[in-house]
């Protein structure tokens, strides 16, 4: 697999690591996007089918990942916010602790950061994180989630990825 790595020579490739913060902001934006897509032109909790596998299902997810921890709603928005800021946190610190030892897993903190940065915009703004891609095989549905989520877990399975590989 070719790696794109931001270091070349021991200096630092700008251009590389520019790509990264706007590939980021993009993630972030595009999942901005989607969502006020949604509160504009979808009823809560009403499904709209796209495919036989494909819907689209807005959701008011005052809860964590699947649905947990709903039920307080002001605590669990208190709680996932401060959650979601010491994720931001703790995955930028490893980016500049990846930086000053050269190592190249910009990408993966990134796609957690920007993630986790889409629904902290939503649960700050809103009180709660929209979601509304519903995958579905027969009458299984998957949890509902967006654009965000997918990006932190790209991010997380490029995480394990290479926690595997070394």
């Known amino acids: 697999m070719y790696k794109i790595n931001i270091f070349h020579k021991n200096k630092i490739n700008y251009i590389v690591l520019s ?3 706007v590939l980021s ?3 972030i934006l595009i999942d ?3 969502k006020k897509w949604i509160i504009l032109y979808t009823k809560p909790y009403v499904s709209y089918t796209l495919l036989p596998y494909f819907n689209i299902f807005h959701v008011n997810n005052y809860g964590s990942a699947f649905g947990l921890f709903s039920q307080d709603k002001e605590i669990t928005r208190f709680f996932l916010s401060l959650i979601s ?3 931001i946190i703790q995955m930028t610190r490893k980016i500049f ?3 000053i030892n050269k190592k190249n897993q910009f990408l993966t ?3 957690i950061i920007s993630g986790s940065c889409g629904n902290l915009i939503d649960r700050i703004h809103y009180g709660f994180v929209i979601d509304f891609i519903d995958i579905h095989f027969y009458k299984f549905h998957f ?3 967006n654009i965000a989520d997918i990006s932190i877990f790209i991010g ?3 995480f394990l990825f290479q926690k595997k590989k070394n």
């Open 19 to 21: 790509l990264y913060i």
């Open 25 to 27: 902001l993009c993630i």
């Open 143 to 145: 949890p509902t989630f």
């Open 85 to 87: 800021i010491i994720v």
């Open 32 to 34: 901005f996007i989607t």
């Open 109 to 111: 903190y990134l796609f």
């Open 97 to 99: 602790f990846n930086f």
């Open 156 to 158: 997380f399975f490029l």
